[in-house]
T-cell receptor, first 111, second 113 residues
Framework: RKEVEQDPGPFNVPEGATVAFNCTYS??????FFWYRQDCRKEPKLLMS???SGNEDGRFTAQLNRASQYISLLIRDSKLSDSATYLC????????????FGAGTRLAVHP | NAGVMQNPRHLVRRRGQEARLRCSPM?????VYWYRQLPEEGLKFMVY????????ESGMPKERFSAEFPKEGPSILRIQQVVRGDSAAYFC???????????FGPGTRLTVL
């Protein structure tokens, strides 16, 4: 079983749609959680951290359920520029930040 | 403050040759991580280094791969006797401390013919 599993995608949605991505992680010792965005053939960039209380950044909302070991990302009012691959990332406690990436979910927003 | 720099950005090698990938961390960052991304897959941790020390190399293949981060100069990921399966994007990330955010470089795309 992979340490971090994501929806396989791709998600093809029209502009203005709301889209949700899911992610599960297997290691209960995971302590930090993130969503990264990766554009085609570019490096991943931090989109947002994920907290148990849930957090929002503009059109993006992230949720964490530690009991279910489940993370989600909601994008409202999708823009063409949101087209990218979204990577779910966890850090397992260990004294330093070894990032464990999911394989990513591809999003394509069309006019 | 320049970001993380990697070079070369693209590297083509024939089977059996050596590949050297360089990573210059952001100014003031003494922690470097290397990740590999195979086609259509997520990034996989390879190695974590602090200046002159390898802290965790659990994700790096035991043979043919080595990494260093000398006191002066960039971090180097070295792959000896490359094989086609080594073709991937190699990203490095740097951080000012062991538990701080990592900033990624643009990656080196290695193609083995």
């Amino acid at each position: 079983r992979k340490e971090v599993e994501q929806d396989p995608g791709p998600f093809n949605v029209p502009e203005g749609a709301t889209v949700a991505f899911n992610c599960t992680y297997s290691n209960s010792a995971s302590q930090s959680f993130f969503w990264y965005r990766q554009d085609c053939r570019k490096e991943p960039k931090l989109l947002m951290s994920v907290y148990s209380s849930g957090n929002e950044d503009g059109r993006f909302t992230a949720q964490l359920n530690r009991a279910s070991q489940y993370i989600s990302l909601l994008i409202r009012d999708s823009k063409l520029s949101d087209s990218a691959t979204y990577l779910c990332v966890v850090i397992v406690s260990g004294g330093y930040n070894k990032l464990i990436f999911g394989a990513g979910t591809r999003l394509a927003v069309h006019p | 403050n320049a970001g993380v720099m990697q070079n070369p950005r693209h590297l083509v090698r024939r089977r059996g040759q050596e590949a050297r990938l360089r990573c210059s961390p952001m100014k003031g960052h003494s922690h470097v991580y290397w990740y590999r991304q195979l086609p259509e897959e997520g990034l996989k941790f390879m190695v974590y280094l602090q200046k002159e020390n390898i802290i965790d190399e659990s994700g790096m293949p035991k043979e043919r791969f080595s990494a260093e981060f000398p006191k002066e100069g960039p971090s180097i990921l070295r792959i000896q006797q490359v094989v086609r399966g080594d073709s991937a994007a190699y990203f490095c990330a740097s951080s000012p401390s062991r538990d701080n955010e990592q900033f990624f470089g643009p990656g080196t795309r290695l193609t083995v013919l």
